[in-house]
């Protein structure tokens, strides 16, 4: 063994190894709300960190381009099994290196370049690689957009069957990175039907929920279903497709070799971990929890005088319309910041304000979750966001509610070699 192989990432490099402690300090005292983060377990951390990085592994399973895939083909099939096991899938490609090129896999198996595609506005909650003009999604297909209806703040469907019927899209794209509520995935698919698109959900956000059975499932409406692994999911960071055997070679070969070269072998192995963690009871308990969470802290924020978007939740996140109490998203993110409290500003439908000044927050509970948090923590944490977001211009007092946080946070150890009492950073 070489001298560089025997040392320590803190021997070898300690200006990474000491961003890694102030890392794992800040993700341990802090409250993390950011709705699309979570927590892996120990195993999961164990496997995405491990020796399959070493592997190339370009093909698939059984048919490879290289030598020495036996023990890669062994993870990739556990995670696959897994995968179609949890959603009900016929099919599974876990190779997608993330969401992003999950989608991009997508639409390359069933579009050509220049078609029309039909997606969520992002300004209305939808993301980037559903047709917006700086994504790969809007310069390579022909973006057109659906939104939410202006008082109710839910998807107007009537909107969208019209506009199917008028732009004739060969996608439809449902899923969305700020939609507090439960999607009709029955019209949607019907309007597909309808025009002859093709029908592709993206839930990536409430993945994890519909796993743990505490949201319906888009997988038996849609033709294609495109997730990340990392949110709700709680797995590493990642991407997966689902879809049934008529789509599977398509959705393969836009995968590898559309897409991506060598899969990463060492997030295949820790889906597979996070996977089998998906299918134990205990899941199921945790899905539900992040709902009841995320319910209890939108009550407790709006008795706190808070306008929620649609006017409450059905899943894991919060959209909050600070502006209406004068207070940029922006101002609330560095406040709640300081506070010890992880949140992202966030644009709110029909948003006067530009998007890195909007007019909202959006909140999470996935991640506190994990960490054990219930109802109780939920209502005194919204207290301490009323406080902080009252007090943003106050640096003294949004330093006493972060010590308060991390007295909490240090009830809720991240990882047991953190179970011992951490000293709350000055
Ligand atoms: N960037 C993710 C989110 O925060 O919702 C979506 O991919």
């Known amino acids: 063994m070489t001298d560089r192989m025997a040392l320590s990432l803190a021997q070898a490099d300690p200006a990474v190894a000491e961003a890694l402690d102030h890392e794992?300090?800040?993700?341990?005292?802090?409250?993390?709300?950011?709705?699309?983060?979570?927590?892996v377990s120990e195993a999961v951390l164990e496997a995405a960190g491990s020796i399959f990085t070493n592997k190339y592994a370009e093909g698939y399973p059984g048919r490879r381009y290289y030598g020495g895939c036996e023990f890669s083909?062994?993870?990739?099939?556990?995670?696959?099994?897994?995968?179609?096991q949890i959603f009900g899938s016929e099919h599974a490609n876990v190779q997608p290196h993330s969401g992003s090129q999950a989608n991009a896999s997508a639409f390359m198996a069933v579009l050509q370049a220049g078609d029309t595609i039909l997606g969520l506005d992002l300004a209305h909650g939808g993301?980037?690689?559903?047709?917006?003009?700086?994504?790969?999604?809007?310069?390579l297909y022909r973006p057109t957009f659906y939104h939410v209806d202006r008082k109710t703040e839910l998807i107007d469907y009537d909107e969208l069957e019209a506009i199917a019927?008028?732009?004739?899209?060969?996608?439809?794209?449902?899923?969305a990175s700020a939609y507090p509520r439960l999607w009709d995935f029955a019209r949607m698919r019907q309007i597909a039907d309808k025009v002859g698109a093709v029908y592709i959900f993206d839930m990536a956000h409430i993945a994890g929920l519909v796993a743990g059975g505490a949201?319906?499932?888009?997988?038996?409406?849609?033709?294609?279903?495109?997730?990340?692994?990392?949110k709700t999911l709680r797995g590493p960071r990642s991407g997966l497709i689902l879809c049934g055997e008529g789509l599977a070679k398509e959705i393969d070969k836009a995968v590898f070799p559309g897409q991506q070269g060598g899969p990463l072998v060492h997030i295949i192995a820790a889906k597979a971990v996070a996977f089998g963690e998906v299918l134990r009871p205990e899941f199921k308990t945790y899905a539900?929890?992040?709902?009841?969470?995320?319910?209890?802290?939108?009550?407790?924020?709006?008795?706190?005088?808070?306008?929620?978007?649609?006017?409450?939740?059905?899943?894991?996140?919060?959209?909050?319309?600070?502006f209406e109490k004068g207070i940029l998203g922006s101002e609330a993110e560095l406040a709640l910041g300081k506070a010890g409290i992880t949140v992202n500003k966030n644009a709110i439908p029909y948003d006067t304000n530009p998007p890195l000044k909007p007019s909202g927050i959006r909140i999470g509970t996935p991640a506190l979750t994990t960490r054990g948090m219930r109802e109780t923590e939920m209502r005194l944490i919204a207290q301490w966001i009323g406080k902080a977001l009252e007090q943003r211009n106050d640096d003294v007092a949004l330093e006493r509610i972060r010590q308060e946080v991390a007295e909490l946070a240090n009830r809720f150890p991240l990882y047991a070699w953190l179970r011992a009492p951490v000293a709350v950073s000055a």
């Not at 083909?73 to 995968?83: F, G, H, I, K, P």
């Open 288 to 322: 539900a929890q992040i709902v009841a969470n995320a319910k209890v802290l939108g009550t407790s924020l709006q008795e706190a005088g808070y306008r929620l978007v649609s006017g409450g939740t059905d899943n894991h996140l919060l959209l909050v319309d600070v």
């Open 127 to 139: 993301h980037l690689t559903h047709g917006h003009k700086l994504s790969f999604s809007g310069k």
């Open 215 to 230: 949201h319906p499932s888009p997988v038996p409406h849609a033709h294609i279903t495109t997730t990340t692994t990392h």
């Open 165 to 175: 019927d008028r732009e004739k899209p060969k996608v439809i794209i449902g899923g």
């Open 24 to 39: 794992t300090l800040r993700q341990h005292e802090g409250l993390e709300m950011i709705a699309s983060e979570n927590f």
């Open 73 to 84: 083909d062994v993870v990739e099939n556990l995670a696959r099994d897994r995968a179609k």
